[in-house]
């Protein structure tokens, strides 16, 4: 096949954070010859960055459920595509005083029940505009989150906006670096949870947050052991190898038992590999052989071996 | 087309490997449907669960510190609940408003072109601690992101729409196809055709031709 023909299905897998340890060996391997995969990839890499969650995002999700409000009371005859006029903007300053109060009820309530409370206020202007039909209480699905705990209504008649509560959108509208004091309570099992969760999420910027966050507040725990693996490999994808060594390294040099040895070794091989630092790079395939002859690197461990011959 | 929530057998190439992709009920269809029927409440939940979609994507069309990023989100979330009226579920809810906020911020971009130098400067100062890529490497990036950006300028808008929803958002063939309702292999053609005029475009550009590499 050639790579005028690759759907790049793997890479897509990759971005979002659903690919194997084995479906992550093919993609290794088929970077090599595919120069579309290899374009597409760092171009998305290019494009995800920009993306992440910002300190503002809060406010900025505001001003939407301002504009949103704005579109609710201006008359059908007035509104216009926003792309071809700015009557559109007036519109929503005039319209934003007018929903200021129901938009910050709204976004209260958000913030609120992401600690599962409800306020009778909120409850009170929630149940203003009550439809008679009930949408879905849980929006997110147990496997696109699976350890995040499910999240009851608060508010019976408005189920939608209380599973607004789950780890999804309180994980976008926390800005980063305002929320330290919830994230100075969280244990060590729960910042290798959600760092896992974010990594999948495809948000590798929060992920390597709070791997970091993790290792530097327990450094001597199981978990942060664990994330060395996990943060090295997220490291590796976005091509900071030499920092993905260093967390190979320290999982390889930890006593917290040697579970990942085999991916650590796998890991540590293709940053040396990265990094240029051949002799480095075949003792470490050859450890990998040595110690782990049945583990699923193996044939890569070999091809590796056999290309610097 | 109806999601349902039976396993689908999608095949991965190159490999061949076949993954189970899990059809999931978009739950946020009945929300939508409410929501186009002037539900404030649907309204705001929807918001809720597609501004930080709506704002990412626009983020990554204009640059995470555009002026502009405010405006054109909101620009975005008004088109999407226009659309509502005329969506028909094709595909997820979600990959709907990433669409439309992509096309609302690639028009934005299109009016505002006089603006990219703003943005030059705008995107070397991010602040560092954000980031582990050193100032060369971010600045590799923006030029990335810029050569595609200004060849969807160039394109067809059908190309165009289908390059952007594939390298920008990471959709699959499967899923422009669903959200732009149109056939996959329409979609696949626009694709060959749209890589092919991003390879000449990245090869005429020195500093970022490495991206080619040699093996094919």
């Not at chain 1, 693996?229 to 967390?247: D, H, K, T």
């Not at chain 1, 540590?268 to 395939?285: D, H, I, M």
């Not at chain 2, 991965?12 to 076949?18: Q, T």
């Not at chain 2, 409440?41 to 995470?64: C, D, Q, Y």
Request: glycine share 4%; hydrophobic share 45%.
């Amino acid at each position: 096949m050639t790579t005028s023909e690759c759907r790049s299905e793997l890479v897509l897998a990759e971005r979002r954070g659903v690919l194997s340890s084995a479906s992550r060996l093919a993609l290794e391997e088929h970077l090599v010859h595919c120069q579309s995969c290899r374009i597409l990839r760092q171009i998305g890499r290019d494009f995800d960055e920009p993306s992440r969650i910002r300190a503002n995002d809060a406010e900025q999700l505001e001003r939407l459920l301002a504009a949103s409000e704005q579109w609710l009371v201006a008359p059908r005859s007035l509104r216009k595509s926003p792309m071809t006029g700015r009557l559109g903007k007036v519109l929503l300053v005039a319209g934003a005083i007018v929903a200021t109060v129901s938009a910050a009820a709204a976004a209260t309530f958000v913030l609120r029940a992401s600690s599962l409370r409800s306020t009778p206020e909120v409850d009170g202007a929630a149940t203003t505009n009550v439809t008679t039909t009930t949408a879905p209480k849980n929006l997110f699905k147990a496997e696109e989150h699976p350890q995040q705990p499910q999240v009851e209504p608060a508010v019976p008649t408005v189920p939608t906006v209380a599973s607004a509560a789950s780890s999804e959108i309180v994980r976008a509208i926390a800005p980063v670096g305002r929320d330290a004091t919830a994230e100075v309570e969280l244990t060590a099992a729960q910042l290798l949870q959600q760092a896992t969760l974010s990594r999948r999420a495809g948000n590798s910027a929060e992920a390597s947050r709070l791997f970091r966050k993790l290792q530097q507040r327990y450094p001597s725990s199981r978990e942060s052991a664990l994330s060395h693996v996990a943060f090295g490999s997220l490291l590796l994808e976005r091509g900071q190898s030499a920092f993905a060594l260093e967390q190979f390294n320290r999982y390889l040099a930890s006593r917290s038992g040697q579970n990942l040895a085999a991916e650590a070794l796998y890991g540590r091989g293709r940053a040396l590999a990265q990094l240029g630092r051949s002799a480095e790079e075949r003792a470490t395939w050859n450890q990998l052989l040595d110690q782990f002859p049945k583990s699923p690197y193996v044939t890569f461990a070999r091809k590796r071996l056999d290309a610097a011959k | 087309m109806n999601y349902s929530p039976q396993a689908k057998l999608v095949s991965l190439s190159p490999c061949g490997e076949p993954v189970s992709a899990v059809r999931r009920t978009d739950e946020l269809l009945l929300v939508a449907r409410e929501a186009a029927k002037g539900s404030s409440t649907a309204v705001r939940t929807l918001v809720m669960h597609v501004g930080p979609a709506i704002l990412m994507t626009v983020r990554k069309i204009l640059g995470s510190t555009h002026p502009d990023v405010d405006d054109v989100a909101q620009d975005a979330v008004i088109a999407l609940l226009d659309a509502l009226a005329t969506f028909r579920g094709e595909s997820s809810v979600m990959t709907f408003a990433h669409r439309v906020a992509l096309l609302t911020a690639l028009a934005a971009r299109r009016k505002n072109a006089t603006r990219q130098k703003y943005l030059n400067v705008v995107a070397l100062e991010q602040p560092a601690e954000t980031h582990q890529a050193s100032p060369q490497s971010l600045l590799l990036a923006k030029r990335r992101r810029e050569v595609l950006l200004r060849l969807l300028d160039d394109l067809p808008d059908t190309t165009a729409e289908a390059l952007a929803l594939h390298f920008v958002l990471g959709m699959t063939v499967e899923e422009i196809a669903a959200v732009a309702n149109a056939p996959e292999n329409t979609i696949w053609s626009r694709l060959r055709l749209g890589k092919q005029a991003l390879r000449k475009r990245l090869s005429a550009d020195s500093q970022v031709a490495a991206l080619l590499g040699e093996a094919e």
